[in-house]
């Protein structure tokens, strides 16, 4: 999986590290069953590309498929939320 976000010109280490962070929950937190970004945040790959206008694209690669359940085909939210989830 790979999920990637820009950062604008001018952007501050704060915004980094949060965007970096951002990047890895998500695909770790998709990677795993119950939603869990801890399951998976050490495996996920990011890569900084620097953009012509002075922006920042960070890429993040984990090398797993998506199993959180609101990402499967057969998946009902108004099932999930009678269920609590």
Request: proline share 8%; charged share 25%; no cysteine.
């Amino acid at each position: 999986m790979i999920h990637t976000r820009d950062l604008s010109a001018g952007y501050t280490a704060e915004q980094l590290t949060a965007t970096r962070e951002h990047v890895r929950d998500h695909l770790a937190a998709v990677a795993d069953p119950d939603d869990n970004p801890a399951a998976y945040v050490q495996s996920v790959e990011i890569v900084e590309e620097e953009l012509p206008y002075g922006g920042l694209r960070i890429i993040g690669r984990l090398e797993a498929e998506p199993t959180a359940p609101y990402l499967q085909p057969d998946y009902d939210p108004d099932e999930a939320q009678r269920a609590g989830l």
